[in-house]
């Protein structure tokens, strides 16, 4: 196709150009300027003409087909790497847990497992825990509650020592008043 010849292009493409270059005579670029500016411009939206002569269709079809095949070859080559990168991964993170199961004391097929009987054990032992912990909240409370009783039956010893000590005192002064008057009735007798 010679240099300016516009018959590979479509109407629209045609109208297209026309209306480009009329717009940029409007803005004050020159006559030929504005015929360069509206044919690339038309270019770059569709990628070169699209109809009319026989060659351009058949470039158009085999750069398509190209395009498609590249981009079925480049979709095929990141999903490769994808599932490449995800068994990497997946082997680090088996490793990873055989590593820790033999410094945990050789547990690898509990670490095969996914770690599921290391989350029970983890749960057994907060179960332990908590049960050591009420059991030492029991124990608490039993101590407290000796240690209540225990001051209660000194407390009631005290008090049973001041009774005593009172009745004692008591019994003291009731004999001395006893005695003196029994001293007071002899003075009396003896007059």
Do not use: F, L
Not at 102 to 127: D, E, I, Q, Y
Not at 148 to 168: C, F, L, P, Y
Not at 169 to 180: H, M, Q, Y
């Amino acid at each position: 196709m010679p240099r300016g010849d516009k018959s590979a292009y479509t109407d629209k493409q045609k109208r297209q150009a026309e209306h480009i270059e009329e717009s940029e005579r409007e803005r004050g670029v020159s006559e030929e300027s504005a015929e360069r500016i509206a044919w690339a411009t038309v270019n770059k939206q569709d990628g070169g003409a699209k109809g009319g002569g026989r060659t351009s269709t058949k470039k158009a079809a085999r750069k398509g087909g190209a395009r498609k095949s590249a981009a079925k070859k480049g979709a095929a080559r990141k999903a490769t790497a994808k599932k490449a990168t995800a068994k990497k991964a997946a082997a680090k993170k088996g490793g990873a847990r055989k590593s820790a199961a033999k410094k945990t004391g050789g547990r690898a097929s509990a670490a095969r497992k996914g770690g599921a009987r290391k989350a029970a054990t983890k749960k057994a032992g907060a179960r332990k825990s908590a049960a050591k912990k009420g059991g030492a909240r029991k124990t608490a409370t039993r101590k407290t509650a000796a240690k209540k009783t225990g001051a209660r039956k000194s407390a009631a010893k005290k008090g049973a020592a001041r009774t005593s000590a009172t009745r004692k005192s008591t019994a003291k002064k009731t004999g001395a008043r006893k005695s003196a008057a029994r001293k007071g009735g002899a003075r009396t007798s003896t007059r």
